[in-house]
């Protein structure tokens, strides 16, 4: 149960992560820059850098 549980935690944040990276795509497509969108989402601005260039780390 416990190892089922861990498993479906950890689907849930990759797909909360892969959501919001689809966003943060869209938004700077839309013209959103860098460093707003960083300070939107509480990340650092390399790494929505690394987001909208399809980087991964």
Not at 14 to 32: F, P
């Amino acid at each position: 149960m416990i190892e089922w549980l861990l498993e479906f935690i950890g689907l849930k944040r990759d797909i909360v992560e892969h959501s919001r990276s689809e966003l943060i795509r869209m938004r700077y497509a839309a013209g959103e820059k860098l460093f707003d969108l960083a300070g939107i989402f509480g990340i650092s601005p390399q790494r929505i850098y690394q987001i909208v260039h399809g980087k991964q780390h």
